[in-house]
């Protein structure tokens, strides 16, 4: 089975503008998971996606928001980029049941500048 | 809340020596999941072991073995016969059994030397 991709792999932005990511998970996976990894803050959790509704949620501002379609496939979006929002963002894929492991996907670094 | 803590940030560690990384967590909860991933240089994080909270044996994956002290909510990674590929940033993270998201510790820098 082919793992979590995701795309862009890097990317710059500006502050103020907005950026969509994505991540399509492993095949027959219906959750996906979003986290933000930064020096400063480790990884911490954004969100999680199971069959299209978001059932999990971190604690980060309105600006990011995500979505999944029914392929599972999952995009993050962030609005109005402030210069801490530099980060590699991750993305994890499970079959989304409790007991399932999550897999994770190499990441799209991104730089605010 | 669950908090996941490692205390080392950096270790370093000679090639086929045996080498214990720390993990301590807080949760009030009884029914957990605890993991250890590995990230290598550059590369994605991979799943080195899982251990059921309720399981009372340590998990085993082929070099790497757990200590899982419930009670005391200790949970350490020992790596035996380091193999300069182990060099990388481990990650203990914490999931309940009912939840999706990780709460993952800082992490702890390891460096396998030749």
């Known amino acids: 089975k082919a793992g979590v991709t995701q795309t862009p792999r890097y990317l710059i932005k500006t502050r103020g503008q907005q950026v969509t990511l994505s991540c399509s998970p492993i095949s027959g996976h219906r959750s996906v998971s979003w986290y933000q990894q930064t020096p400063g803050q480790g990884l911490q959790f954004l969100f999680e996606y199971f069959s299209e509704t978001q059932r999990n949620k971190g604690n980060f501002p309105g600006r990011f928001s995500g979505r999944q379609f029914s392929n599972s496939r999952s995009e993050m979006n962030v609005s109005t980029l402030e210069l801490g929002d530099s980060a590699l963002y991750l993305c994890a894929s499970s079959q989304g049941d409790a007991t399932d492991t999550q897999y994770f996907g190499p990441g799209t670094r991104l730089t605010v500048l | 809340a669950q908090t996941v803590t490692q205390s080392q940030p950096e270790m370093s560690v000679q090639e086929a020596e045996t080498v214990t990384l720390s993990c301590t967590y807080d949760?009030?909860?009884?029914?957990?999941?605890l993991f250890w991933y590995k990230q290598p240089p550059s590369r994605q994080m991979i799943l080195v072991i899982r251990q059921e909270a309720y399981k009372q044996q340590n998990a085993t994956e082929n070099r790497f073995s757990v200590n899982f002290q419930k009670a005391a909510k200790s949970f350490s990674l020992k790596i035996s016969d380091s193999q300069l590929g182990d060099t990388a940033m481990y990650f203990c993270a914490f999931q309940l059994i009912y939840g999706q998201n990780f709460v993952f510790g800082p992490g702890t820098r390891l460096s396998v030397l030749p």
């Open positions: 949760t009030s909860e009884n029914n957990y999941y």
